[in-house]
Each structure stands twice: as structure tokens, then as C-alpha cells.
């Protein structure tokens, strides 16, 4: 595929999970190639994926969607350090670690705290049915703004959440 797709000559390159399937030796031999393509032939990639460590490992800059909505974008490191949107965060956590107690101390499948119901308001966060963070009052009522997350000298990235940098460190 990716023959074929460099034969029309691209600017850009989608590479959807192109790693998804693939054990941990192939697919990083189709990154180091990706990486290669970048460097010699000047093509720039669009990397889709939900494994959000290969993502900050290759990519330059970062857009997180859920439910095709931007939750959060910034740079490479700005996603090196918390804190993250909600759903940046359960992508992260979502990596599964080779160690004892790994799942009982992820909270998977931890259930949301309850919330009343949601206004009728065609902006509301569309992560507000799995958001562990969300505050009933607010993020049922209100749309979220967009803005900055100061990481100091990792950077800035934007969320769109009603919390701000001390209590998404905080929850």
C-alpha cells in the first residue's frame, strides 16, 4: 500500500493505525521507514491512531478528537506531562503496563460520578457521558471553552474542558 501510494508522487501521507496489527518488531520497522520517507522525500504524514505513545514518540505536533471533536492539540511536549483533557488522559492510562497491579490501580472500568441530566445544548462536551472529571451543574449546562494548559518548558496544549491546569492535576 504504501508502494502504491508514493508512486502518485504525495505531499501528505494518511497513515491510519498502519501499527495497529502488527507485532512490536514490524511496526516499528514501519516507522523508522515512515521516519526515512519524511527526511529524504519531504512527505509529510497525518498519523491516526489511538496508541498515544507511538503518537508523541513520531509525531511533531498532536490533535486528540473523541467523537470527532478536538479535546486537546498541541505540541509533541506538551504531551509529555500531565495535566491532559479527560479523555487525553484515559487514552494514556489506557496502555496496558507489564506489572503487578497494573489494572487494579488503573480504575478500569471505574464508573463517572453522577450527574443530572444534560441541557439541551447541542455544544456540550461530547465526553461528558464517560468523563470522570466532569462537574454536574457545570459541564451538563455549559459548553466548554477552549483553552491553554501551560506545561512551563514543555509547552502549551488546548483542551476543551471546563477545568483548568490545577484541577485536571487534581482529579
Known amino acids: 500500500n504504501l508502494a502504491r501510494a508514493l508512486a502518485a508522487d504525495p505531499q501528505i501521507i494518511l497513515c491510519d493505525e498502519v501499527t495497529s496489527a502488527l507485532d512490536t518488531v514490524v511496526g516499528a520497522a514501519i516507522l523508522e521507514l ?3 520517507l519524511r527526511r529524504e522525500l519531504g ?4 498519523f491516526i491512531s489511538h496508541d498515544i505513545s507511538t503518537v508523541r514518540a513520531i509525531c511533531d505536533d498532536i490533535l486528540v478528537l473523541y467523537s470527532g471533536t478536538m479535546v486537546e492539540t498541541g505540541p509533541r511536549t506538551a504531551f509529555a506531562t500531565a495535566p491532559f483533557h479527560p479523555y487525553t488522559n484515559l487514552l494514556i492510562g489506557s496502555v496496558p503496563e507489564m506489572r503487578a497491579g497494573w489494572l487494579e490501580e488503573s480504575h478500569a472500568g471505574a464508573a463517572p460520578p453522577p450527574i443530572g441530566a444534560a441541557g439541551d445544548h447541542p455544544d456540550l462536551c461530547r465526553f461528558l457521558p464517560r468523563c470522570a472529571a466532569r462537574v454536574d451543574g457545570l ?7 477552549r483553552h491553554g494548559l501551560d506545561k512551563g518548558s514543555a509547552g502549551v496544549s488546548r483542551i476543551l474542558c471546563h477545568h483548568g491546569d490545577e484541577s485536571l492535576i487534581a482529579s
Do not use: G, L
Not at 459541564?139 to 471553552?145: G, K, L
Open 34 to 36: 515512515m521516519a526515512e
Open 43 to 46: 512527505i509529510a504524514t497525518m
Open 139 to 145: 459541564c451538563n449546562i455549559t459548553p466548554p471553552p
